[in-house]
């Protein structure tokens, strides 16, 4: 079983940075691929960014190319999402998501655990 708690949500002027963060419980969080997926009202969730466990790789949505950010901390049982020159469009709840396997993975069924979400809001 593994929890995630997500942090560092807020408000930020177009332009602006945040970073946030997805704690994890459990002994084998190493094991699971990460997910950062985000959700605006009236839109479906959609994938951000992914990083697998085992060589670091990562995937980044188009619209987020350049502009964010995906790493992790084994040690430290916590992923984040560095999140430069935002736009009002990167406004939604954000929600960090895991799941086992090696590699990383973009379809949002497979994964296997939940964040509760943070709130970005990009004014403009």
């Known amino acids: 079983q593994v929890q995630l708690v997500e942090s560092g949500g807020g408000l930020v002027q177009a332009g602006g940075s945040l970073r946030l963060s997805c704690a994890a419980s459990?002994?084998?969080?190493?094991?699971?691929?990460m997910g950062w997926f985000r959700q605006a009202p009236g839109k479906e969730r959609e994938l951000v960014a992914a990083?697998?466990?085992?060589?670091?790789?990562?995937y980044y949505a188009d619209s987020v190319k350049g502009r964010f950010t995906i790493s992790r901390n084994n040690a430290k049982n916590t992923v984040y999402l560095q999140m430069n020159s935002l736009k009002p469009e990167d406004t939604a709840v954000y929600y960090c998501a895991a799941r086992r396997g090696s590699g990383y993975y973009t379809k949002q069924q497979s994964y296997e655990y939940w964040g509760q979400g943070t709130q970005v809001t990009v004014s403009s």
């Open positions: 990083i697998s466990w085992s060589d670091g790789s990562t």
């Open positions: 459990g002994r084998t969080f190493s094991s699971y691929a």
